[in-house]
């Protein structure tokens, strides 16, 4: 797969700034003629001046103003850090920061520097490789278990034995392991050609490439295993290695043979076993987001989703104060952003060109929470707009955005330089203090609704028809509770409304007092703190 297209945007973002003072030399080498106007600086004293003019672009964002640097002469730079017989990591690391560029060779080597497989010390390159790609060797003919091959113990072991020291347990065991890995490697790429050229999912040499090396991971391992997610972090790593087109020793050892050099360095041949320290080492530094025993805890990912949810608050408190009024809890998105360092939420080349940062970082992997960060602010107007659901889904399935204005805004928030846009009308933390409390319910405006109840419900029945009472109260027949409703005068008053005049004289001497949803029978009976009484012969009934 050719990356080469994003080359322009990693230039682009790359360009320099005044010059600062150089830093002192550690070696100093003639530059090509083709780079004459710097031909007094050495190769270290280059790498750093154009870092620190790259880093100081960054925050500031006068890219008019600056000087531009071309694109070879950028690989110029970063080649010439590599040549000192021994490497100065802090240059390494500036450079990388900013992005490797997309010539042959530079980003496998600068990642097997900054994840510590190869030493700074670059005498002790070649028996380091060679020690390490023998040990791989070694350890794929051991740990790959065949029961089958183990001739002479056939007759004390066998298929069903569960012995500990039984080969075909080991062997079941295995199986179980490479199965799991099995269904993720498939799920790697897969749209990749590089992956999937032969268009049977999973069948490549490069997926069997790892599988071999996350089951031999699992079992170096055996208190964390094969995680689901894994391969996600693997993948990069090996495609970063396998697609190198070149063999280049960089001055590596100056004695060795073509022959050597081409065995030795070349990243291509080499790339499963190189693949696998790199991954390691790396997992020794994450592995904490994989175990679940310590998902709970500060020092596993959901204290990582805290302190992403903590920086949020404390670059842009009004949308942090947004997300949580609509109960958007971060581990909802920020889980997989965490834990898999956002392999999934880019195309491959961008998350190359991430992770150059992430390795770059001396506090890794303080970095990733300033672009997860960005990658926030950067669809802030969406969130704020958004509903829970509209919200929820859009972090799930991150929009394509430019990755370079992303990858700007994280720096601008590292350097303490983002400034929050003005809260809107009636947003903000001064709002939510403003807001007026939400009503709830208290005796008193219970009391007030039933006192109100009780006068409608009393014209109501001051409307009834005389003619109608006259006869109800006559044939002493039970009053429909479904739509009728009496005044019942106090108690006091020993003489039920049977008439016209006994209905006036009640309203007129004392308002009657209306109970809704109160029964009553022939008995005597209390309700709210005064007494009623009704004659004998009347029905039980609602008012």
Request: net charge negative; hydrophobic share 35%; with cysteine.
């Amino acid at each position: 797969m050719d990356n080469t297209e994003g080359t322009p945007a990693v230039e682009a973002s790359s360009a320099g700034a005044p010059d600062v003072p150089p830093a002192p030399s550690v070696e100093t080498h003639e530059p090509p003629s083709s780079v004459d106007p710097e031909s007094t600086l050495s190769g270290d004293e280059k790498a750093f001046k154009a870092t620190n003019s790259s880093e100081s672009d960054s925050g500031s964002g006068s890219e008019e103003c600056a000087p531009k640097i071309t694109f070879n002469e950028r690989v110029h730079l970063f080649e010439e850090a590599l040549k000192p017989s021994v490497i100065d990591l802090s240059i390494i690391r500036n450079l990388a920061v900013q992005g490797i560029p997309e010539a042959p060779g530079l980003r496998p080597i600068y990642w097997k520097i900054l994840l510590n497989y190869l030493p700074i010390n670059k005498a002790n390159w070649t028996r380091d490789l060679t020690s390490m790609r023998k040990t791989y060797t070694e350890w794929m003919t051991e740990l790959f278990v065949d029961p089958h091959e183990a001739e002479e113990e056939k007759r004390d072991d066998h298929p069903l034995s569960t012995s500990t020291s039984s080969k075909w347990n080991a062997f079941f065991k295995d199986t179980e392991i490479m199965d799991e890995i099995e269904k993720d490697v498939k799920r790697t790429f897969p749209h990749l050609h590089f992956f999937n050229h032969d268009k049977h999912t999973g069948s490549t040499g490069h997926y069997e490439a790892l599988r071999r090396i996350l089951f031999i991971y699992a079992k170096l391992n055996p208190g964390i295993r094969y995680v689901q997610g894994m391969n996600e972090i693997l993948g990069p790593i090996y495609y970063c290695f396998a697609t190198d087109p070149i063999c280049n020793a960089y001055g590596a050892d100056e004695g060795l043979s073509p022959t050597d050099v081409s065995k030795l360095f070349d990243w291509k041949e080499n790339a499963e076993a190189d693949a696998f320290f790199c991954f390691t080492n790396l997992m020794s530094e994450i592995m904490n987001n994989f175990l679940k025993t310590l998902d709970r805890s500060e020092v596993g990912v959901s204290g990582s989703i805290q302190r992403l949810n903590q920086l949020l608050r404390e670059q842009d408190e009004e949308l942090w104060m947004n997300l949580e009024e609509k109960k958007l809890n971060p581990q909802f998105y920020s889980f997989r952003w965490i834990t898999l360092l956002l392999s999934q939420e880019f195309e491959l080349p961008d998350v190359m060109r991430l992770w150059d940062s992430l390795f770059a970082d001396q506090w890794r992997f303080r970095f990733l929470y300033y672009f997860c960060c960005a990658m926030l602010i950067c669809v802030r107007d969406r969130l704020l707009a958004g509903t829970f659901a509209d919200n929820l889904k859009l972090l799930q399935s991150y929009p394509p955005i430019d990755f370079q204005i992303i990858h700007r805004t994280a720096h601008d928030l590292r350097d303490g330089v983002w400034e929050p846009p003005a809260p809107r009308p009636g947003t903000g933390p001064a709002a939510a203090k403003r807001k007026p409390k939400s009503r709830t319910s208290s005796p008193s405006i219970i009391t007030s609704s039933l006192s109100q109840l009780s006068v409608a419900t009393h014209n109501i029945t001051a409307n009834l028809k005389e003619k109608s009472r006259e006869k109800f109260f006559s044939s002493g027949a039970m009053l429909p509770t479904s739509s009728a409703t009496v005044a019942v005068p106090v108690s006091g008053s020993d003489t039920p409304p049977s008439s016209s005049s006994s209905s006036s004289s009640s309203s007129s001497s004392s308002s009657p007092r209306i109970l809704p949803g109160t029964f009553f029978n022939a008995k005597e009976e209390k309700s709210s703190g005064f007494t009623i009484s009704l004659p004998k012969g009347w029905g039980k009934f609602t008012l």
